[in-house]
Structures are given as structure tokens and as C-alpha cells.
């Protein structure tokens, strides 16, 4: 016997052994794709922070960039 607790909707479920117990560690398929829905939503949210936090960080890098690019000296001024 195995048993556990789901940890979506707290149940408790009792399998006849762990290698039964297919949507471990949740009671049912639906327990389990509510799991994922909450993953799939918090990669969403990450995915939607990127292109902001990037395109803060391009405006930050822009100005040194152009710093860097102004104090080094071409290449072949020195041949
Ligand atoms: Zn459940």
C-alpha cells in the first residue's frame, strides 16, 4: 500500500503500490494538470519579465558601450 497526500487538493489517496500511483505525487490526472497549469503560469510570468528586464538592461549598457568603443583605439592606428 501507498499512500500520500495530494498536494493540490490535499486528499488523501491510498495506491496499491508506488508503481501504481501514476500521477504521483498528486490523487488524479486533473490534480495533476492543475500542477501544470500552475507552472505553465509562472513560466509565462518569467517569460513575460524577460524582454523588460532586457530591454532595461540594453538601455543601462548602451552608453558604456559606446565609452568603451570611444577610449579604445582602432585597431591598425598603432601598425
Ligand atoms: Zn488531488
Keep these: 500500500m501507498y499512500t500520500l497526500k495530494c498536494p493540490i ?3 488523501q489517496v491510498t495506491y ?9 505525487p498528486f490523487c488524479s ?4 494538470l492543475i500542477d501544470l497549469g500552475r ?3 509562472e513560466e509565462y510570468r518569467i517569460i ?6 532586457d530591454a ?3 538601455q ?5 558601450d559606446r565609452e568603451r568603443d570611444h577610449n579604445t583605439p582602432t585597431e ?3 601598425v
Design 60 to 64: 543601462e549598457k548602451s552608453p558604456k
Design 16 to 24: 496499491p503500490s508506488e508503481e501504481k500511483a501514476i500521477y504521483l
Design 9 to 11: 487538493c490535499q486528499h
Design 39 to 41: 507552472w505553465l503560469n
Design 56 to 58: 532595461l538592461m540594453r
Design 29 to 32: 490526472k486533473r490534480c495533476k
Design 76 to 78: 591598425g592606428d598603432n
Design 48 to 53: 513575460e519579465e524577460l524582454p523588460h528586464s
